[in-house]
T-cell receptor
Framework: AQKVTQAQTEISVVEKEDVTLDCVYE???????LFWYKQPPSGELVFLIR??????QNEISGRYSWNFQKSTSSFNFTITASQVVDSAVYFC??????????????FGSGTRLQVQP | EAGVVQSPRYKIIEKKQPVAFWCNPI?????LYWYRQNLGQGPELLIR????????DSQLPKDRFSAERLKGVDSTLKIQPAELGDSAVYLC?????????????????FGPGTRLTVT
């Protein structure tokens, strides 16, 4: 069965520090998507990034970057030069492609990030 | 482009009472999802619709929960009767199943949710 683990329950950093959020996943599917979502205090889940299982190229988008490694089943997310507005709960999620019943997202338990001014 | 709309945003009811939540997905999105998010946890799927057909409702507690998506657009999720353990945030999401090369993206966009408190 698919599973997403976010071992970090809460992280607190000071503004301008870099912070990495860890995500480890389990799946038997060979084709899948991985996502990061942000949930600010307002409650709405905001899509951040998506990666498919065939593309391990790591990218940078503004202050966000991610490190996808199939060998360790990890999909870590880094915020560079953190800002107070980055304070939120961050969720890693998995979507399997070849299993129709699992195209919905399987979420981790989330990591609460607090950025102190 | 308007996002996913949900109402009400908050609902407080007594146990054993019925309650209904409404969702309007992003225009053109054929897939609609209902998730439940308990405090301190990630969302968990309740039901997924492809157009008007419920294609995955294995996690929906069918003894008290029901859902419908008439005409393949808006959707309603109902609980009757509500129990104390149903207190949670109910999230609606939609996706367009875009083709990205050889793969289909099931990127989902979420509404603001309905926070249900059962007393």
């Amino acid at each position: 069965a698919q599973k997403v683990t976010q071992a970090q329950t809460e992280i607190s950093v000071v503004e301008k520090e870099d912070v990495t959020l860890d995500c480890v996943y389990e799946t038997r599917d060979t084709t899948y998507y991985l996502f990061w979502y942000k949930q600010p205090p307002s409650g709405e889940l905001v899509f951040l990034i998506r990666r498919n299982s065939f593309d391990e190229q790591n990218e940078i988008s503004g202050r966000y970057s991610w490190n996808f490694q199939k060998s360790t089943s990890s999909f870590n997310f880094t915020i560079t030069a953190s800002q107070v507005v980055d304070s939120a709960v961050y969720f890693c999620a998995l979507s399997e492609v070849n299993t129709p019943g699992r195209r919905a997202l399987t979420f981790g338990s989330g990591t609460r990030l607090q950025v102190q001014p | 482009e308007a996002g996913v709309v949900q109402s009400p945003r908050y609902k407080i009811i007594e146990k054993k009472q019925p309650v209904a939540f409404w969702c309007n997905p992003i225009s053109g999105h054929n897939t609609l999802y209902w998730y439940r998010q308990n405090l301190g946890q990630g969302p968990e799927l309740l039901i997924r619709y492809e157009n008007e057909e419920a294609v995955d409702d294995s996690q929906l507690p069918k003894d008290r929960f029901s859902a419908e998506r008439l005409k393949g657009v808006d959707s309603t999720l109902k609980i009757q009767p509500a129990e104390l353990g149903d207190s949670a945030v109910y999230l609606c999401a939609s996706s367009s199943n875009r083709e990205l090369g050889k793969l289909t993206s099931y990127e989902q966009y979420f509404g603001p949710g309905t926070r249900l408190t059962v007393t």
